[in-house]
């Protein structure tokens, strides 16, 4: 009887230990997992953070180029015969430079919620990682294609004035430019006139009128 007693008793301890072994051991992979998801957020935080710092250094520079852009297109259209219509699309570029730059700000907004999240669980940790690491890849993609399309959008701007300014330049020398010389043989040629011939004294014994039909005598006269 007592055997069968200290059988059970030993089974009851055996069983606990199993239960309990088996417990710790989730735990330790729950907690190793919870480790490599807080690490992955930590990481996704400092990338964000790194990215959302560039975007503010560069938005500054970004929002007065446009001003001078517009205020250069502006004073173009000013003048005479000016290509209103390109600089209209250059305009309406700049319009859009500045949306997407707004969607950039919200997208910004996203990432800093995510950083914030709670994570004092598993589930909360898991949701705002997987939240955080979404918004900046939208986030880094908007950035990229935006800085893009702004450097494209400066260079042809850069370019139109300048084209502008090298035709204004070309006007304004051609206005000051002194007449041409005409070549010195096309002068002679034009103001040139007939060789002149001297003409030998006449005979003094020639009369001005010589009567036909009657002959002259040796001193040059004639005959009567």
Partial sequence: MTNSRTLKAATRTAATL????????????CKKTDDTVTLDYSTKKASADKLMSEIG??????????????SDLDAQAAKPKA??????GYKQDIRKL???WAKVATLEDSVKLYENAPTDNADKLKAAND??????????????SLVDDNGKLQGNIQTFLAADAGDAMKKDSA??????ETPAHHTEAKHSTAPTTSTPP???HETAKHTPGLP?????????
């Fill in 83 to 88: 290509d209103t219509a390109k600089i209209n």
């Fill in 18 to 29: 199993a239960i309990g072994l088996c417990i710790a051991g989730s735990m330790n992979s």
């Fill in 131 to 144: 939240r955080l690491g979404a918004n900046f890849d939208d986030l880094s993609s908007k950035w990229k």
């Fill in 57 to 70: 250094s560069t938005s500054a520079t970004m929002k007065a180029d446009h001003q001078k852009w517009l």
């Fill in 98 to 100: 500045d949306e997407d």
């Fill in 202 to 204: 006449a005979n003094p």
């Fill in 216 to 224: 002259r005598n040796s001193g040059g006269t004639t005959t009567k």
């Fill in 175 to 180: 206005k000051t430019a002194p007449a041409a």
